[in-house]
Every structure is written in structure tokens, then in C-alpha cells.
């Protein structure tokens, strides 16, 4: 049993869902039931990873042992997620770095946006997951009834179990929509075809060791042939941290063994492989926040390293053990981010802060059909701002930046000042997606309209009686714009349908302008009229439509604003009433 154990290393399980559902409280559960006695604050502190060895699971949670199940695995490694999900989509060459994930569910609210995004990104990446139904303490009149978790659920008073029943089946409904058959984990037989759901409270604890259980238990059946060690060190950088004496880089080591002084290379953006020595290396104690100096580390844990140079680390990043052999790591980290960083020939530009977030980015990017030319890690730069720009010419819905979890370079912000290229940053991935979404179906609407306009211009004008400049040759007379938008050449009727004649200028404090939007006070100048004899009786002036351009306008009547379809309306209205005046 000893040799299975060294062959197999801790599946890495990471913990994700919407903002607030518990996914800090549930690890905070998790590991805080040992953390908390032996590290005073040690929960509250900021950790990317938690090493859980197998005997301190089994001393804590002894449901696993009462159940009969003797633990092959040497532990588990937590990945802390932060709110958003970089941490998520982390991936290693051909899937997810995370063996398995907890999905937590506030079971009172259901599936939320970043609910949904998360699933999105588990599904693209096939990472095993189970659901924690969450804070069902909060359901009204729920008490904890047995120690058992199955026991309790049946125990409880026939109105508090069928409120339990409607939301979980509620939620159990939802994630059908995304291809997912789910069921209370003590009702499924075979968890290769659902996915489990647990209630819990990581609040009271209840369900707790039912979550710890199904994690170990399934790591064990399922995951056995993906645990197995590897010979050479692989892994990814988590993030670059800078201190005054030293910089150190903290990652995950998902396969092999590292000694210190090992060469390691790590990809860069272009997947061109930078060398460096190791020089410090330090793994993470068992339920600590502490770092302790290693000779050797074995996989899977949570490292920090220093290296004898400084090469420009970026998040993220895969590295590996190097032997020597250049040309090949390169085609190896090749492929691994074409995997990650695929573009299309148009499209908008993307930039995140890691090559995890960037990847999440693109698959949301994708999956709500927004097409990316170009992507990137790092903050929004010059260069981003001159592709975007090109997009004006091609396409001007894609004249946009996206940044995920990044700032924008002040030569950049220089750049943007009155310009078409529209910039969207956010920390949360799904409020960026909706943005965006938003963002380009007005524009896209805008340039239908503009295409619409140039049929003929639509506008209502108010004639201003007390400012008559000229009678006639031309007749120079004040006009309000009630709706919509007046320009040079626009031939107008008025409220009885009938020509009067086409605009030849506008002028606006004494200056011609091309043309006159809605609010605008302006005075016009037509040919060939009267106005004592043709307007002075008139208060309202149109613009004059064909029959082929009054239906374009109908038709696209989703283009307009309310102003607008007013004047569409009233239009129609004069067409009518003509109509019946000629027995039509």
C-alpha cells in the first residue's frame, strides 16, 4: 500500500461559484477545522494553497473511516480562488491543473452569472466537479437533527423539507440547461454520469464531512490513473511577487520532483522558453501559511522559488524541468499556449492579467459569439490602441478593448482621449462579458441606423413664426427640431402631405452647419416658396419619404427612439388621412 502511495500524488481541487455563496467559508471549513487551533489567524490570511495531508483528514472528518474506506491518496492541495476566474481556468498541456472542483451554490439563490460562468469554463476544461449546496441553515426553519446529513434532511417537518426539495431541484433543473444531470449525492449510483450534490453549511458545519468524504472518495475511484507521479517537474506560476531583497515567484508543481539548483524553464507570451537556475526553493507546510526550505519537493504541492537571474516572469505560465534540449521545450510550450491563446482573423482585442485569466477571457468571449483578433497578458498599451483602431476600417464593432483584471498604460490613456475605440476593463469576468455584449449591439444597431438615415433623413420641425428672416427667394426662416435629424438637401412636406420644398442650408449662429439634431434651434433656407403664403398658417414641417423608404424605417423600427417612431407614426397618420381625402 506504502509503494501505491508514493506513486500517487494529492489531486489538486480547487473551490469556485458566484460572489458570496460561501466558497472562503467552506474552505475556511475545510482546512480551519485543523488551521485554527495550531496557527492563531492563520484562515484570514491570504493563501493561494492549502497541502492537506491524509491523516489529518482522516482525524478530522471520520466519517471516511467510519464508512470503511482505507485512504491511497497522500492528501489534498486546495488552490484558494480569488472572486474571479483566473484561478478557475487555471490549465496545464491538455485540460485543467485542478484534478477536481467544488462548485459552491448558495442553494437559496440558485444559479447566478458567475454561477454560470464557471460552469461554462468546467465544461470547456472536463474538470470533474461536485455542487456544495450551501447555507441551507438559512432555510427557513432548518435545524441540524442527526449527525448524519441524509438523516437530518428526512428528519426535518414536512414544510422545511419540501421548501429544501423545491430548491434543490430547482437548481438540480438549471444545470440541465448546461448538459449536466445532477442529484443528491446519496441517490446516485454512478457519479461518472451526475454530478453530485451535497448540502452544507460551512456556517454550522453540517454537511461538512460529507463534502470531505465525497472529495476523497472520488478522488480515490475515479482519478487514480491521472494521479499517478510523473519522472520530470512540471507547473505552473501563480503569481510574481516582488519583495525588497528578493523577488519570488509562487506556483503550483503538478508533476514530478524539483530539486534546488535544478534548471527550469518557463514559457513567456510568444512560447519561447526563458532558462534560469533555481536557487531557493520552498514548499508549503501541511495546514500552515508558512514556507519552509527544501532540498527536493515532490508533487503535487505549493512551492515558492527564487532563481539566480530575473527573467520577466508572467502569471500564469507553465514551466518544466529543463535537460538541455531548447528546440523541444519550445514546441512544447508552443503548443501549449496555441491551446490556450486561439484568435480569429477579426475580432476584438482581449487583455488579461494571467495566461488562466486570459484563457477564461477567451472562452466566455467566445461562447457569447464575440470574436477576438488579438489577445494578450499584461495592461492595456499603445499597441492594443493602434490594433483596435485599424478595426475602424474593417469593422467598427470590433473597435474595442477589453481588459480583464488589467489597467490601462497612461501613453495608452493619452491615445483614447476623443477617440472611436472604445475601452472596458472590469475584476469581474462576467460583468466584462455583459458589458461588451451590450457595447457592440449598440454599435451594431448604430451603423444600421446611420445606413438607414442615409435612405433619407427622418425629422420633425417646429416652425418658429417670430423668426422670419426672408418672405421668399429664398425664404430664410427659424426652425426647432422636435425629433430626429435635419440635413442639407432634405426634401419636406407639411401636416397635409403636401412638398414644400428642399432645405438648401442650415445655419447655427450665423455659421452653416451640415446639419441639425434633436433640441436644436436653427435657421433653414428653402427655394422656390412663400412663406407668408405657403407657412404661415403651418406649425409642424416633415421630412418627405417614398413608399420603399417609409417601409425601411417601419421594418427597422427597433433602430429608433422613442422621438422617432412619434414621428414615424404621425407620418403614417398624414399618409392615411390623405388617402382617405382621395378615396384610396
Not at 492549502?50 to 489529518?56: D, G, I, N, S
Not at 476623443?418 to 444597431?445: A, C, F, H, P, Q
Request: aromatic share 6%; proline share 3%; glycine share 6%.
Amino acid at each position: 500500500m506504502k509503494f501505491i502511495t508514493t506513486m500517487i500524488r494529492q489531486p489538486i481541487v480547487t473551490i469556485c461559484g458566484h460572489v458570496d455563496h460561501g466558497k472562503t467559508s467552506i474552505l475556511d471549513y475545510l482546512r480551519g477545522s485543523s488551521i485554527q487551533g495550531a496557527e492563531a489567524g492563520g484562515i484570514t490570511q491570504k493563501i493561494s494553497f492549502t497541502l492537506y495531508p491524509t491523516k489529518e483528514i482522516e482525524k478530522k472528518f471520520p466519517m471516511i473511516r467510519n464508512q470503511g474506506i482505507k485512504l491511497e491518496i497522500p492528501g489534498l492541495l486546495f488552490i484558494d480562488t480569488p472572486g474571479h476566474a483566473a484561478f478557475t481556468n487555471l490549465r496545464k498541456r491538455g485540460g485543467s491543473l485542478a484534478d477536481l472542483a467544488i462548485l459552491v451554490i448558495d442553494i437559496n439563490e440558485g444559479i447566478r452569472p458567475q454561477t454560470s460562468e464557471v460552469i461554462q469554463i468546467l465544461k470547456f476544461n472536463k474538470t470533474p466537479f461536485i455542487i456544495a449546496l450551501n447555507k441551507i441553515d438559512n432555510i427557513s426553519g432548518w435545524r441540524k437533527l442527526d449527525n448524519s446529513l441524509k438523516k437530518s434532511i428526512e428528519s426535518q417537518p414536512q414544510n422545511v423539507k419540501n421548501l429544501f426539495n423545491e430548491r434543490y431541484m430547482t437548481i438540480a433543473g438549471a444545470l440541465s440547461s448546461y448538459g449536466f444531470d445532477a442529484d443528491l449525492f446519496y441517490d446516485i449510483k454512478d457519479f461518472t454520469k451526475k454530478i453530485g450534490l451535497v448540502p452544507c453549511s460551512a456556517r454550522t458545519g453540517e454537511g461538512m464531512n460529507e463534502l470531505m468524504f465525497m472529495l476523497c472518495g472520488l478522488s480515490q475511484k475515479y482519478l487514480t490513473e491521472r494521479l499517478k507521479l510523473g519522472k520530470e517537474a512540471k507547473g505552473i506560476v501563480l503569481e510574481v511577487k516582488k519583495e525588497k531583497s528578493h523577488d519570488y515567484v509562487e506556483s503550483i508543481l503538478y508533476d514530478g520532483e524539483l530539486k534546488k539548483s535544478d534548471e527550469i524553464a518557463i514559457a513567456n507570451i510568444e512560447g519561447n522558453p526563458l532558462i534560469t537556475k533555481v536557487r531557493v526553493i520552498e514548499e508549503i507546510e501541511p495546514l500552515s501559511t508558512k514556507f519552509k526550505v527544501k532540498e527536493k519537493v515532490q508533487a503535487a504541492t505549493g512551492i515558492r522559488m527564487q532563481f539566480s537571474e530575473k527573467p520577466e516572469i508572467l502569471p500564469g505560465m507553465p514551466f518544466l524541468a529543463y535537460k538541455g534540449d531548447k528546440e523541444k521545450v519550445k514546441e512544447i510550450f508552443k503548443k501549449e499556449l496555441t491551446e490556450t491563446i486561439k484568435t480569429e482573423k477579426q475580432g476584438i482585442i482581449a487583455k488579461a492579467d494571467s495566461l488562466g485569466s486570459l484563457e477564461a477571457l477567451l472562452v466566455l468571449l467566445k461562447q457569447s459569439n464575440i470574436p477576438v483578433l488579438k489577445a494578450g497578458i499584461g495592461n492595456i498599451n499603445k499597441n492594443d490602441f493602434s490594433n483596435a483602431k485599424a478595426n475602424l476600417e474593417i469593422n467598427e464593432v470590433d473597435a474595442i478593448i477589453v481588459g480583464f483584471n488589467v489597467s490601462i498604460n497612461e501613453d495608452a490613456k493619452d491615445l483614447l482621449v476623443g477617440s472611436e475605440v472604445n475601452v472596458l476593463t472590469d475584476e469581474v469576468i462576467y460583468k466584462l462579458i455583459e458589458s461588451v455584449s451590450k457595447l457592440r449591439n449598440e454599435k451594431r444597431k448604430e451603423i444600421e441606423k446611420r445606413k438607414l438615415m442615409e435612405l433619407t433623413t427622418l425629422c420633425k420641425l417646429k416652425i418658429l413664426h417670430q423668426y422670419v428672416f426672408r418672405n421668399t427667394k429664398p425664404a430664410i426662416f427659424g426652425i426647432s427640431v422636435e425629433a430626429g435629424k435635419l440635413t442639407a438637401n432634405t426634401n419636406l412636406i407639411n401636416e397635409d402631405e403636401e412638398k414644400v420644398g428642399r432645405v438648401k442650408n442650415i445655419q447655427s449662429e450665423n455659421h452653416s452647419v451640415e446639419e441639425a439634431t434633436e433640441g436644436m434651434e436653427v435657421a433653414i433656407s428653402i427655394p422656390g416658396i412663400n412663406f407668408e403664403r405657403q407657412l404661415k398658417d403651418k406649425k409642424f414641417l416633415y421630412s418627405d419619404m417614398g413608399e420603399k423608404q417609409f417601409k425601411a424605417f417601419k421594418k427597422n423600427k427597433d433602430l429608433l427612439n422613442q422621438n422617432e417612431i412619434k414621428i414615424l407614426s404621425e407620418i403614417a397618420e398624414i399618409k392615411r388621412k390623405k388617402n382617405e381625402r382621395w378615396g384610396r
